[in-house]
């Protein structure tokens, strides 16, 4: 069931389990496409003109919407640290927020991950070391096609973090989602911790991506 909110420009998707939210113009150009391609043929005849101003409404704010695209995706993603911040688990939990994260991503999956990126680059980076550990809580939750993308990216961005949270949950999503030669190298440039677990655990991590590259 979908419910169309006009005061707040945006699409309340019922169908799953958690809530999504989908631009209108997009609704509106899905529909528009749909109903003016259709075979009929006398239904193309009278709506000729409607067709050719409505390719001119689209040609002059694409550029607008996909602009729009972006905001409300950065919105989201806001939303989804407020979740975070005030949902209680940890690792080996299974969060809520991991289905809306999950969500999120089969909409638009390239663009909800970079948005994903930049919420973890301003808001998680700056965090208290508990919200930092949820985070990398709420990574290793996720399905392997839903992290691979970007978790060394993420793993790189928390390294620099003087942070000892930041630290175990970067080395513990590199052995979880690294799979290949460029997982090898960035953890053989980490650098010398100043906790002997955090070094174990980073020449453990080492080892396992060394025989996993060697197979």
């Known amino acids: 069931m979908i419910n169309l909110n006009a005061k707040h420009n945006w699409i309340q998707d019922k169908s799953t389990n958690v809530d999504s939210y989908?631009?209108?113009?997009?609704?509106?150009?899905?529909?528009?496409?749909?109903?003016?391609s259709n075979?009929?043929?006398?239904?193309?005849?009278?709506?000729?003109?409607?067709?050719?101003?409505?390719?001119?409404f689209l040609d002059n704010s694409t550029a607008e919407v996909k602009s729009k695209k972006n905001d409300d995706l950065d919105s989201i993603m806001s939303s989804v640290y407020k979740m975070l911040l005030?949902?209680?688990?940890?690792?080996?939990?299974?969060?809520e927020l991991k289905y809306v994260v999950e969500n999120i991503f089969r909409k638009n999956k390239s663009e909800a991950q970079m948005a994903f990126i930049n919420m973890a680059t301003r808001k998680v980076f700056t965090s208290e070391s508990d919200i930092i550990e949820k985070f990398f809580a709420l990574l290793m939750s996720l399905e392997e096609s839903d992290i691979e993308n970007i978790a060394l990216t993420v793993v790189q961005m928390f390294l620099s973090h003087q942070d000892i949270s930041a630290a175990e949950g970067?080395?513990?999503?590199?052995?979880?989602?690294?799979?290949?030669?460029?997982?090898?190298?960035?953890?053989q440039k980490i650098r010398n911790f100043d906790y002997d677990?955090?070094?174990?655990?980073k020449e453990k991590v080492i080892n396992n991506l060394t025989h996993y590259v060697e197979k």
């Open 22 to 36: 989908l631009n209108k113009n997009n609704v509106v150009w899905n529909y528009l496409v749909s109903y003016y």
């Open 197 to 201: 677990f955090l070094n174990d655990y």
């Open 86 to 95: 005030s949902e209680d688990f940890g690792y080996g939990d299974t969060p």
């Open 39 to 56: 075979d009929n043929e006398s239904k193309n005849n009278t709506t000729t003109t409607s067709i050719n101003t409505f390719f001119e």
């Open 170 to 187: 970067a080395l513990s999503l590199l052995d979880k989602y690294g799979k290949d030669k460029d997982a090898l190298d960035i953890a």
